[in-house]
């Protein structure tokens, strides 16, 4: 099994340029996720999804948009990059979203750059 | 909401010797608790959880966790450090709020010296 796949591993854009980190899971799992590191202050959960076509907030969700059309996949849209969303982004799964005690699967993780 | 405290954004440690790495949660009911690791450029690897039942956790790599519910607190220990336990460490716990929520400490950078 692959597990959890990000693309791409390294980007750089410019402000206001637009783009859409891809997150894929082979585990059939319910739950998916997105966070973001910076230093000094962990990982942040951005969005999370429990299921195909459910989506919700978390910490930090301003400048970033999700869609769940498939159980597989869960990409992260930024619409307009701001030089703050500069940051390393995981992508995380969990096979149930009932399930306290699953835990989360990472990908390998996206070095974002905005310039 | 719950919260995850982790003590000292750096711990340097010689070889051999023991590693303490201390979390402190907050939570108005027993949580789930994980810790995680993560090495340079990779992503995040579970050590151990915490679920309900026997409170010392055994993980790989020799590293073990202890839940006390007094002391809200679930540190990680390993009693002899090696070098490619260098790596930053994340302690983190799941939160109940119709869905599961996984919350994380800011994280604790292991330095091993030789």
């Known amino acids: 099994n692959a597990g959890v796949t990000q693309t791409p591993k390294f980007q750089v854009l410019k402000t206001g340029q637009s783009m859409t980190l891809q997150c894929a899971q082979d585990m059939n799992h319910e739950y998916m996720s997105w966070y973001r590191q910076d230093p000094g202050m962990g990982l942040r959960l951005i969005h999370y999804?429990?299921?195909?076509?459910?989506?919700d907030q978390g910490e930090v969700p301003n400048g970033y948009n999700v869609s769940r059309s498939t159980t597989e996949d869960f990409p992260l849209r930024l619409l307009s990059a701001a030089p703050s969303q500069t940051s390393v982004y995981f992508c995380?799964?969990?096979?149930?979203?009932?399930?306290?005690?699953?835990?989360?699967?990472f990908g390998n993780g996206t070095r974002l750059t905005v310039t | 909401a719950q919260s995850v405290t982790q003590l000292g954004s750096h711990v340097s440690v010689s070889e051999g010797a023991l590693v303490l790495l201390r979390c402190n949660y907050s939570s108005s009911v027993p949580p789930y608790l994980f810790w995680y690791v993560q090495y340079p450029n990779q992503g995040l690897q579970l050590l151990l959880k915490y679920t309900t039942g026997a409170t010392l956790v055994k993980g790989i790599n020799g590293f073990e966790a202890e839940f006390k519910k007094s002391e809200t607190s679930f540190h990680l220990t390993k009693p002899s450090a090696h070098m490619s336990d260098a790596a930053e460490y994340f302690c983190?716990?799941?939160?109940?709020?119709?869905?599961?929520?996984?919350?994380f400490g800011t994280g604790t950078r292991l330095k091993v010296l030789a």
């Open positions: 999804s429990v299921g195909a076509g459910i989506t």
């Open positions: 995380a799964s969990s096979y149930s979203k009932f399930r306290g005690n699953s835990p989360l699967h």
């Open positions: 983190a716990v799941s939160e109940a709020s119709g869905t599961y929520k996984y919350i």
